[in-house]
């Protein structure tokens, strides 16, 4: 995408920042803030170019406008990224501190208008660097008074989604289904297991060897990654990285249902319709992976416990039935039909606010 069209995005606010010394670029986007303070989390990554950095992160920060909406959370969408001059692992320990500081500056200078939390390449640990410079961070160890990882809630989340999409597009229960996960990073791993004692059989795969060499040591069916979209399955589940399913691939894609953790699944626009006409059901990913945003939004700022927090992440499952029930009766997409569930929660907060 170009400088220019990225420009055009339809959010509230874009701030960056660039520091020569260490070649990091930084964004904040604010995608809305109609249901609360902007919230969602800190992805550092390198990107191609700055535009691509801000393109991600205006996308990144839709989606958590409509995870919060749709999931009845009191808070507004936001994203950061962090653009990194190499990959993270080569970052050494003194410039990634520096890094943190100069982005936990951007955030405190937004004066709670956003908050931020974990994402790709950044944990509670990160969290707990940021909260020396500034308060507008979820996330940080439970040491620290945080609510630590969300990413075990993300999994079950995603648990609770495959439930319901496999019972709605009438597989069952996940007993005996072949499940396929792409990446078993923090929350794939999680689903994994989560879907093994479920009675699932596990198909996987990793670009990391070592994650690769701890499934095949659970019994795992270990895919390889360039074969993983032409393996035949019962649900997909992408829990890497996003723009996994353009047009090209919804139209080949080898399985019943697609209920993955990843943010912004879809590639394009066309991509949910194809899926649509193949009768491949699609788990829209900001109801699918809300399990995070339930146990940061709910430990830390509405005050729930464990259970609650757990109660309200199986109800995901509810969430994506109704999806998936008015989806079906007005003969559109779920993706569309989640966007318009989401849509009338922004409005009918805009028109109380108004009255
Ligand atoms: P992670 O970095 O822990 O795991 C990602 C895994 O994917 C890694 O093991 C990596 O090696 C693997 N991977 C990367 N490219 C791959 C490829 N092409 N094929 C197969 N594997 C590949 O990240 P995570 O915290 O598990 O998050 C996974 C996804 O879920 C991300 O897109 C994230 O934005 C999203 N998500 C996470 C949370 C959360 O609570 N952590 C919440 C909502 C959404
Ligand atoms: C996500 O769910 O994609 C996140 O970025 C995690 C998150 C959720 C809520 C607040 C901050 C971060």
Redesign the pocket.
Known sequence: MSLHDTLRWQGELTATRHDPQTGASFVIRISSTSLGPAAGGT?AAQYASFADALADAGKLADAMTLKMAVSNLPMGGGKSVIALPAPRKDIDQATWNRILTLHAENIDKLKGNYWTG????TNSADMDTLSETTKFVFGRSPERGGAGS??FN?SLGVLAAMKATAAYRGLGTLDGLRVLI???????SGVARLAADAGARLLV????PA?MAWAQQRGYTVVG?DE?LRTPCDIFAP????AVIGTDVAAELPASAVVG???NILADDHAGAILRERGILYAPDFVA?A??AFHLVGREVLGWGRETVEEHTRGIGDILTEVYTLAESSGITTDLAARAVARTRLETSRAETAA
Do not use: E, F, K
């Open positions: 992805r974990p994402d790709v390449n969300s990413a993300t792409q990446g078993l990073g923090a929350v794939g795969s990793d670009t990391d994650r990654v993983i829990c890497a990285m996003g953790a990843a943010n992976n399990g995070g």
